[in-house]
Every structure is written in structure tokens, then in C-alpha cells.
């Protein structure tokens, strides 16, 4: 499996953000509208920067705002379970003080990354599961959302194909960002509703430390989606990060990173990258993955799929 697609942008000493809407297939009539949206979200969190914010505050703004659009495959509009019911996992970390939050098997609540973020602030546990999850988010003020305000019918035509055997369970729509904010510091965020008809229970490698989110100021912060299975079983966060730390340029490391899943775990899927330096880099084995990214300037915002 080759790296059928990478690209690199970004600038020394600048603040950075680069933000992606899931590695798959896209039909080439919806890839426009999806790189629009990861533009989007990349100017949100580009604005946060721009203003001396922080590259948490920047990720968390590029996810929530994929969340909420339903064409992803996060918060809103997220794929369904085996039970036709939503089952949401998100994180974010911190690479200043390596501080991660993270929520798994989340029944319906319209942003976990939110829910997320209190997990990190709060900081005595790393990750709440399932109805834990949810009495930690309501504990702390969010509302569950009706379940039919949150389902669409796309994600339910999705499960309706997969469990006719038309289609794959691919996880495509999951969403990321990765940023560097002025003072030099790392965040990532990555959310998802995984795999279309997952088992009940099933987590993915988004709300894993290392597997599908990874930030430390002292080597890079990544964001993956693909084939959550696969970064699972090869940690590839963590171990791109670790190789922009040895030396590799982040265009390197994200082309070995996508590489080695298909080598070792025959998984398909993209990451993003940024340095500690704020030069960023993306690589995908997929047909598509929407991106957005900018750095330095409101000038520098640029988008594809
Ligand atoms: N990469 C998203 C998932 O497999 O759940």
C-alpha cells in the first residue's frame, strides 16, 4: 500500500493548525464541500492563535465545530453501532504538561470533545467510558442529546448498507486537529463515532493516547483516522511523534507512519502532524481525506481533499 497522497506546509517559529475531516472515499461531488468545512474549522482555530491563544483552545474550537457538522462522522451525523445507536469517542491533549482527556462508548452528547476537555482540566483520570462518561459530562453540567436530533439519515442508510454486506464498516468523517500555538506549545484533538456497525462496546483508536491522538511539546503532536484497529495495534501516534524527535522532517515521519500501518497491520487511513517548531505535515493511503490548514497569517489558509 503506497502513500497515494502528502503534503507539508507551515512555517519556523509560527503558530500552526491543521485540521482534518477523515480519511475514505469520498464521491468526488461531496470532496469540495468537505475541504470547505475543514477550512473552516481550520480558520476558527487560526483565529484563536492569531490572537495569542492556545493550541488547546484551537483544537478543541476546529473539533467542536466538525462535530456540529453533520457530514462528519463526529458529534452530529456520527456512524452508528451494531444496535443503530451512537457510541462516541474523543480526546485532547496537552503537550505543554502532556495533560490528556478522553471519552469512550459516549452515548449521545452533541460535543464530546467538550466533555473531553473536562476530563484533562479535571485531571485524576485520563479516560471515562460509556455511562461512567456520561455521569462524569453530567456531573459537570452537559446535557445528554436526544438521540434523533444527532442521527442522520445517511448514517443510517451507512449501517442499513454495511449490514447488507454493500458497503465496508470504514470509518471515514472521523475529525482532527493538531496545532502549535505562539508560546511554542502542542495540542491534539481527534473525535469520531468510529467504525459503521462497531459491536456494542467497541473503542476505536481516536481516545487512546498514542494510538489515534498524541501531543508532547518535546516531539510532535499527531491526529490519526482510518482504520482505528490498526493504530491500535501499532500505537503509530506516539511512534510518529517519537520519530520527528529523532530527527525525521514531519513529512517523513507521516509518510513512514502510513506506510508502516499498512505493513504491519494492513490498515489504511491518514495522519497529521505539527512540530515543535510549527511545520506541519498530512499523508494518506486512502482515496480522500479533507484537511484545512493555516499558519502565521489569516493569509495562510488553505484546504483539500
Ligand atoms: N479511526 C476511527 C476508528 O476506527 O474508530
Redesign the pocket.
Given at each position: 500500500m503506497s502513500v497515494r497522497f502528502s503534503w507539508c506546509g507551515g512555517e519556523v517559529g509560527a503558530w500552526s493548525i491543521l485540521v482534518h475531516g477523515g480519511a475514505g472515499d469520498l464521491p468526488p461531488e461531496r470532496r469540495e464541500a468537505h475541504a470547505a468545512g475543514c477550512r473552516e474549522a481550520a480558520r476558527l482555530g487560526a483565529e484563536i492563535l492569531a490572537a495569542g491563544g492556545s493550541a488547546l483552545d484551537a483544537v478543541q474550537a476546529a473539533v467542536t465545530f466538525l462535530e456540529d457538522d453533520p457530514r462528519y462522522n463526529a458529534g452530529t451525523g456520527a456512524s452508528l453501532d451494531e444496535r443503530g445507536e451512537l457510541s462516541l469517542?474523543a480526546a485532547v491533549m496537552d503537550g505543554a504538561t502532556l495533560a490528556v482527556g478522553g471519552v469512550c462508548a459516549l452515548p449521545p452528547f452533541r460535543n464530546p470533545i467538550a466533555i473531553a476537555r473536562e476530563v484533562l482540566r479535571d485531571g485524576r483520570h485520563v479516560l471515562y467510558a460509556g455511562e461512567g462518561a456520561a455521569r462524569f459530562a453530567e456531573e459537570r453540567g452537559f446535557f445528554r442529546a436526544d438521540p434523533a436530533t444527532m442521527i442522520t439519515e445517511t448514517a443510517r442508510a451507512r449501517l442499513e448498507e454495511t449490514r447488507r454486506g454493500q458497503d465496508g464498516n470504514w470509518?471515514d468523517g472521523?475529525v482532527g486537529a493538531v496545532a502549535r500555538d505562539i508560546s511554542g506549545h502542542l495540542a491534539a484533538a481527534t473525535s469520531?463515532g468510529?467504525?459503521v456497525g462497531k459491536r456494542y462496546g467497541r473503542v476505536?483508536?481516536?481516545p487512546i493516547p498514542g494510538a489515534?491522538t498524541y501531543a508532547d511539546d518535546l516531539a510532535a503532536a499527531a491526529s490519526?483516522?482510518?482504520?482505528?484497529e490498526g493504530?491500535l495495534r501499532t500505537g503509530i501516534c506516539l511512534r510518529a511523534c517519537l520519530w520527528i524527535q529523532e530527527g525525521k522532517t514531519p513529512q517523513e515521519a507521516a509518510e513512514t507512519a502510513i506506510r508502516m500501518l499498512w505493513k504491519r497491520a494492513q490498515a489504511r487511513?491518514g495522519i497529521l502532524l505539527v512540530a515543535p517548531d510549527g511545520r506541519l505535515a498530512l499523508a494518506r493511503s486512502t482515496e480522500t481525506m479533507s484537511w484545512g490548514a493555516c499558519w502565521a497569517s489569516l493569509e495562510h489558509l488553505t484546504a483539500g481533499s
Open positions: 469517542d470509518a472521523t469520531t468510529g467504525t476505536g483508536d481516536t489515534g490519526g483516522t482510518g482504520y482505528g493504530y487511513g
